[in-house]
């Protein structure tokens, strides 16, 4: 997923803690997000979820599955 | 009759300032998640009565997840709900998201209200909310507030009465998501509004080459402006109000006792080249309120005004980002450069807000590195005083090799300490204009907070200098460690008691290097040392409170094995 892509998340593959504070933070299933920005190549990921802006570590990130809009 | 409230809300939406308004305690705020690490409590007077207020830490959502969220959970669940109420503090300009957390706490069906915050910034950012509309789709009361000038706090209050459960259906997340969808389009309005320079300046802060450019300026800057204000304060007001002023008062008062008595000893110290030196005379009435109030005061003063606005205006968990990768080097996440920046004031709210690391492992590191590798405020404004007279260079020099020291000590520990380490997860706030009144109050609960803890000890640490001197003590205790300080270090014997000292107050001990009159590499050397040696008494102890008896003695192993290490390498390389 490339800077200002748009997607929509369809998997979030991590254990049930991670899950959680995912989902209460607003990254659900169907949710659509933008990233903005990320640092390095295996770096935190900086994704705009409604109207917050979230950093996600590398790790995090990994976890999220995101179907890509065109 | 409600008897007791809780502040319940997600991180970074203002609860501090609410609960300030409504129990008139002064608690520091800032625009960042995870400012509040205590739980406060306080009294609000309404109608003759007294109600318990309780401001929560901040948490997204009622399943537990960290240290914050469990103890937010089980006071709840405690607490009689036939007397509670919740006030669960919403940012207006970010509904969707909060209101996660208020359908959760409506489906435990506790007496809640909900308090639409930051309604000002809501309007500024084209955001409306139909309150009215809200109110009957939550079906309890709803009250629009702006905290930070104390709109909206009144009716607040006044609604309290009115505050019942209203017992919503359990749900899952999926389903959860969904009603606030329908709630939120049903209640908000959005303005469309074109990019502003804001919003730019906030999405370049995260991006990675125009992000570090931000952040290396912003610390170079704030590092200028701290030390530029603290010279003027000390170079303009201190310093001639002690020479000019406080020094005629005390001629007059040495005459009186006369030199050589036991009280002139004591409260003006020994006469050196025939008159009082602020510096060296170590008197209870002249050098103890020399180090404090001319030396380490306007330090003080500059360093929380700058990390104020930094704090304020959100720079903070940017940084996080930026320092994420290095931190990772170090068995640490980005956020942990939070807690080291605080403890750059004072190692004591350092070592506390790493409660907002998940893992002990992670805790641990971030403490002992900061005990170890981070000079509070005190000892660095001692430091800019007594290397400053040589040049900038060895300032700067201390800072290196702290920060080498820091990154080694870092790595090795990442290798060792066992645990896990989890990844970086928190959300970015918006760039705000700080509110003149929150840094001001920030700045003097701070600065009152070091004078009330600060003061009693600085005095202590020179009267126990001042009776060892007049009672020829010294060489008790230079003995014992001389062939440490001399031979590895090398140092005169003497400044054992300074090392000592640094137990209890950095500056304190700093000041006892003075009166030695090391040459620049000697005073280098002991610099560094007294950075790296064992914290000061108050780190000592919230260190222990904070991670047991077991880790101190493993934080303490470690600062003696790295102090060791470090002046005798520094004593060797350094010609």
Not at chain 2, 446 to 473: M, Q, S
Request: charged letters at 15%; hydrophobic letters at 50%.
């Amino acid at each position: 997923m490339k800077a200002r892509q748009k997607g929509v998340v369809f998997e979030i593959n991590a254990g049930a803690g991670l899950k959680n504070k995912l989902m209460s933070m607003g990254v659900y299933i169907g949710r659509e997000i933008t990233k903005v920005s990320h640092i390095g190549l295996s770096g935190p990921v900086a994704i705009k979820v409604g109207r917050s802006v979230l950093v996600l570590g590398h790790g995090v990130a990994n976890k999220v599955a995101v179907e890509i809009h065109d | 009759m409600i008897k007791k409230i809780f502040l319940v809300g997600n991180p970074n939406v203002g609860k501090s300032v609410v609960f300030s308004r409504l129990t008139g305690v002064q608690v520091i705020s800032s625009n960042y998640a995870g400012t509040t690490v205590e739980i406060m409590r306080g009294f609000l007077r309404s109608g003759g009565r007294e109600i318990e207020v309780i401001d929560l830490p901040g948490t997204y959502s009622l399943e537990p997840g960290s240290k914050a969220e469990e103890a937010v959970i089980s006071l709840l669940n405690e607490s009689d709900r036939g007397t509670t109420a919740v006030i669960n503090i919403v940012d207006s300009t970010n509904l969707e998201r909060n209101l996660y957390l208020t359908l959760q706490l409506l489906e435990e069906s506790l007496p809640v209200m909900v308090c639409l915050n930051m309604c000002d910034e809501a309007k500024h950012h084209g955001v409306s909310i139909e309150v009215a509309k809200l109110e009957e789709l939550l079906g309890v009361p709803v009250v629009p507030t702006c905290a930070v000038t104390g709109l909206g706090i009144k009716t607040l209050i006044d609604k309290l009465e009115n505050v019942k459960a209203c017992g919503r259906v359990k749900s899952g997340h999926q389903e959860r998501w969904q009603a606030i969808g329908l709630i939120v389009e049903q209640v908000q309005r959005l303005s469309h509004r074109h990019h502003n320079l804001r919003e730019i300046l906030e999405d370049a802060s995260v991006r990675p080459f125009s992000g570090s450019l931000i952040a290396a300026g912003t610390i170079f800057v704030a590092f200028q402006v701290v030390r530029f204000i603290g010279e003027i304060l000390i170079g303009r007001i201190a310093d001639p109000f002690f020479v000019n002023f406080y020094q005629p008062l005390l001629d007059k008062l040495s005459s009186f006792l006369g030199q050589g008595s036991f009280l002139h000893h004591l409260l003006i110290g020994d006469f050196i080249g025939g008159q009082i030196d602020f510096e060296q005379s170590l008197g209870l009435l002249t050098t103890a309120p020399y180090i404090e109030f001319a030396m380490v005061l306007p330090y003080i003063i500059s360093f929380y005004l700058v990390l104020g606005i930094l704090e304020d205006v959100g720079i903070l968990p940017r940084l996080a980002m930026l320092f994420d990768n290095i931190l990772h080097h170090i068995g640490l996440h980005g956020f942990a450069i939070i807690p080291v920046l605080l403890g750059l004031g004072c190692n004591v709210p350092g070592i506390l807000a790493t409660r907002n690391l998940e893992s002990r492992r992670e805790r641990f590191i971030a403490a002992t590195l900061i005990s170890i590798g981070v000079p509070c405020v005190a000892l660095q404004a001692m430091i800019f005083g007594l290397l400053g007279r040589f040049s900038g260079f060895y300032v700067s020099g201390v800072y290196l090799v702290l920060l080498v020291i820091w990154v080694v000590l870092g790595v090795i520990l990442n290798h060792t300490v066992k645990g896990y380490s989890p990844e970086l997860l928190v959300e970015i706030p918006p760039y705000r204009l700080p509110s003149f009144s929150t840094l001001w109050k920030k700045l003097f609960l701070r600065i009152k907070g070091f004078l009330f803890e600060a003061a009693p000890l600085v005095l202590l640490g020179v009267l126990i200098i001042n009776l060892l001197l007049y009672f020829k003590l010294f060489d008790l205790v230079t003995g014992i460690f001389s062939p440490l300080i001399t031979g590895v270090f090398g140092l005169p014997k003497e400044a054992a008691v300074a090392l000592v000292m640094g137990l209890f107050r950095k500056d304190v001990a700093a000041g006892m290097l003075i009166p030695l009159s090391l040459n620049v590499k000697q005073l280098f050397i002991a610099a560094v040392l007294l950075a790296v040696s064992f914290p000061c008494v108050a780190t000592f102890f919230v260190f222990l409170k904070e991670l047991g008896l077991k880790d101190l003695l493993k934080a303490f192993l470690i600062m003696f094995i790295v102090a060791l290490v470090t002046g005798a390498s520094l004593n060797l390389l350094i010609h």
